[in-house]
């Protein structure tokens, strides 16, 4: 049961924030309840915007639907239901095949990726883990198969969800039809449940 209602697209106050809300609608096909409960201040909903459209530029070096494994990852290490649904839906967006998506919880098994996404993912796993987990081994390993840009980039990716990952989970936020149902058809059976965001 969610904390705190979200209010509506319609009851938006800020012309601007009403506008950005369009990018959502664009990318994700819906605007997600965490932005319209954040719209109550929307100094905070216009940065959180502004950060996700600079972590998720067109024009950065690594692949949109990869990114949003990367996202999927670090939700599962913090243990946010809401994300991992959200990403399920925005990776197969950006062109992760639903195969790919099924096998992220092994994808140091899988053959459906490579060495050098094993090791963005185990990077991921380590930086969004409380305590963090990275090591200088481990950063290092990073650094021979990604650039320092590209480095930025994860980063970026597992910082935002690091706060996405606690407002929604405290908030309790509901998840939108469209996340819940498709994460109940790729991910219910590797353990994802709707739990507090039903």
Known sequence: MSRMKPLSIDECQDPELKEEFKHFVKT???????LLTMQR???????VIQ????????NGR???GFKRL???????????????????????RFGISEE???????????????DKERIALD???AAASVPNNVTDEMYNTLSQHWNDDEIVEILGVIGMFGFFNRWNDSMATPLEDEPLHLAEQLIADKGWRVGKHG
């Open 123 to 125: 990077y991921t796993l």
């Open 51 to 58: 950060m996700n459209k600079a972590v998720f530029s067109p």
């Open 70 to 92: 990367i996202a999927h990852i670090a939700s599962q290490a913090a243990g946010c239901q809401y994300c991992k649904a959200h990403t399920s839906v925005s990776a197969t």
């Open 41 to 47: 201040v929307p100094a905070i909903a216009k940065a």
């Open 62 to 64: 690594i692949d949109l």
């Open 28 to 34: 994700l096909g819906f605007v997600p309840n965490s």
């Open 100 to 114: 790919k998506l099924r096998d992220v919880y092994t994808y140091n098994k899988s053959p459906l990726y490579s």
